[in-house]
């Protein structure tokens, strides 16, 4: 439990603190990630190793997909039909995790909206995997100063 704690720490301390293009919502996070983890289980570790490297280490396992598609679906963060995203709600949900550079946030933006809308895959939990995938490896590269965005 102790790194759920550091995750969801994480999470709080930069929930409320950005001022950028979106406004500002109070989407409970904790509770959405004890419910979606009850029917999809997914270690803290498995979620920390994926958060921050933008990619799961095992890319077989369906339940830590099937967890950020409940994640997705229950904070309202996505329209699987459309495959469609709510980009403000992605970059303060993963984004926060990466920087609390208020600066960066709207350049991360433009990241998500890059990253979707995600069709590609007949499987929603799939689908929610790669969003997260391109958001956070093209985040990561662009917080390193690889690539610019606009
Ligand atoms: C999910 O539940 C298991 C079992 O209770 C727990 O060990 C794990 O840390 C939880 N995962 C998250 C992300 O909270």
């Known amino acids: 439990m102790e790194n759920f704690k550091v995750i969801c720490f994480v ?13 500002n919502d ?9 419910m979606c983890n009850q029917t999809h289980q997914t270690s803290a570790e498995k979620l920390l190793y994926l958060y921050d490297q933008g990619i799961l280490q095992d890319e077989n396992e369906m339940d830590p997909k099937c967890f950020l598609r409940c994640l997705f679906e229950t ?21 926060g995790m990466k920087t609390d550079d208020n600066s960066k946030q709207d350049e991360l933006l433009k990241i ?3 990253c979707g809308p995600k069709t590609d895959h007949a499987d929603m939990c799939e689908r929610t995997y790669r969003f997260v995938k391109c958001f956070i ?5 662009y917080l390193r100063g690889e690539v610019t965005v606009s």
């Open 112 to 114: 998500a909206e890059k």
């Open 26 to 34: 109070d989407t409970d996070f904790q509770s959405i990630t004890e």
């Open 75 to 95: 904070s309202f963060m996505v329209s699987l039909e459309d495959g469609s995203y709510d980009n403000c709600k992605a970059v303060r949900y993963f984004g």
């Open 137 to 141: 490896t093209k985040g990561n590269e």
């Open 11 to 23: 999470i709080f301390v930069n929930l409320g603190v950005y001022c950028f293009a979106c406004e």
